[in-house]
């Protein structure tokens, strides 16, 4: 009798076990590929990075409290006009929109949405973010008709006040719009907001907490959260960017119904059944000599051109 309780339970962990191994696979999709990524790196002066990363973080004190929401809006226009004709929409509760397409317009769509929050004093992390998706711009419209995918990049600037709320309400009408123009839910959106808390500042939940254990760590080149729904297209964006040049991956696939959970900015593009995935590249953190925001630029920009249906 004690054996065979003991051989029960021995199974019962087995089987718990070898549970727990699957559902730690499905939620964060490592990667099994033993080859070295060999894609070539675009030419980009790391000089000229620097350079431009300085002039990045100098634009909060270069005006007035009162000039510095247009100011910088009107700063980063005149990067983006480098890569092609900006649009711009002024929102009626005080946001600013900047939307940049580059390259084969009758291609798929990648959709890249950066939340700029407009300070006093400069956040380092939001600077190299924005120069390094300009620069990506800028290689992209270099290969105007040649590339498997269409960049569509739209930058929402934000005042610190009410940020949250702010977020929220910008990313509940973009979700809308995207809506509207029939965009497929299968079409990958990235979204960066650099310099906030994350997840928490993406997806307001308690539920978080029970995947503490699982979230990408900072170590890593890039960090992905995406949703359970949309694991085979993660999967595939992850492969696409490995190949690319971006060795260190990792992600997590969050299921979203979960009940009595705030509203936030994922979610506002999740209940309409749109791939959002937050992006986090660490990769540009922990650079020290440029070296990681070619990369950063050229995994971005080969996706762009090959596609990640292979």
Known sequence: ???????????????????????????????????????????????????????????????????????????LIKRLSAAGAVEQNDRTDGQKVLRLRVGNPD???????????????????????????????????????TTALQLNLMIFLHRPEQLEKSLYQVSLSHADQLVQGKVSTDAPIFIFMPGLRLPEAAYLSEQWRYFSLL??????????????????????????????GLSGLDSISIPVNFPNTRPAPLKAYWDNRLAVMLVRPNILLHDKNYAGHVRFISALHTLVKKGYER
Do not use: C
């Open 1 to 75: 009798m004690v054996k065979w309780i003991i051989s029960r339970v021995t199974d019962l962990l087995i089987a718990l076990i070898l549970m727990t191994l699957i559902l730690v696979v499905l939620l964060t999709q490592p990667l099994f590929i033993w080859s070295r990524p060999t894609a070539p790196q675009i030419e980009i002066e790391r000089s000229a990075l620097e350079q431009e990363l300085r002039a990045f973080l100098a634009i909060p004190s270069a005006y007035d409290a009162e000039k510095r929401f247009e100011g910088t809006s009107q700063e």
């Open 107 to 145: 291609a798929k769509k990648l959709y890249v949405v950066l939340h700029y929050v407009v300070t006093e004093k400069p956040i380092l992390e939001m600077a190299e973010t924005t120069l390094s998706l300009i620069e990506l711009a800028k290689a992209v419209s270099k290969d105007e008709d």
């Open 215 to 244: 979230m990408p760590g900072g170590e890593n080149d890039l960090a992905l959260y995406g949703r359970l729904n949309d694991v085979f297209l993660l999967r595939k964006l992850k492969a696409g960017l490995y190949q690319a």
